[in-house]
């Protein structure tokens, strides 16, 4: 059964590998189809911001953590602060969803009222088969890809237990996406992309 909430007409998950683009693909749709219209939701969201409230959840130093815990909203952002408490997220993050894998998936949903739901950040089958069965056929996947040459030049660089966690790996077998979005730095080619996207989306509305 679906949450309680607005029933979405459309809920496209976003998937790529770090530094693919996923975030300024969803961003980029949003801006164009209005926020009220169109949410953006990010499954990392309560994950960080629960890592960031619970003392102990990290081997961090003192000086590292506010009087609530790390800074909820670095912990959102692309910086090296987020970087820096990535594994630790890993690992917690896996721990919650061993115990309810539709953890954080009913989080972001709750109070969601737009007709668009943009997930930008799906990680695993086990994301894509909770909200299969919560919202049916209203549910599409989305695969942002970029080359590795690309990738570098936003600053990626290969993490042992983070690139090859399943974090990042687990939807590499899943090859049934709907869509998929190629982000290789060709601005047209790119472009010609999300009006496609967005063309289906609005018949959607």
Not at 178 to 188: A, K, L, S, T
Request: glycine share 8%; charged share 30%.
């Amino acid at each position: 059964m679906a949450p309680l909430g607005g029933a979405p007409r459309l809920v496209l998950l976003f998937s790529g590998k770090r530094k693919s683009g996923k975030d300024f693909v969803t961003e980029a749709l949003q801006s164009r189809l209005g926020a009220d219209v169109c949410a953006v939701l990010r499954l990392s969201g309560p994950l960080k911001e629960q890592y960031a409230q619970v003392p102990g959840m990290c081997s961090c130093t003192a000086w590292e953590r506010q009087e609530h815990g790390l800074n909820f909203q670095r912990l959102l952002d692309t910086s090296t602060y987020k970087e820096a408490f990535r594994k630790d997220m890993i690992r917690w993050g896996e721990e919650k969803r061993q115990a309810d894998p539709g953890f954080f998936c009913r989080k972001i949903v709750e109070g969601i009222s737009q007709p668009i739901w943009l997930v930008s950040d799906t990680r695993r089958v086990s994301d894509i088969q909770w909200f299969r069965e919560a919202y049916g056929a209203v549910t599409q996947t989305v695969r942002v890809v970029a080359l590795e040459q690309s990738r570098q030049q936003r600053g990626w660089v290969f993490t042992p237990g983070v690139d090859d966690a399943e974090s990042e790996c687990g939807l590499d077998n899943f090859g049934d996406f709907d869509w998929v979005i190629e982000n290789h730095g060709v601005e047209q080619r790119l472009e010609e992309q999300l009006e496609n996207l967005i063309e289906f989306i609005r018949s959607r509305l």
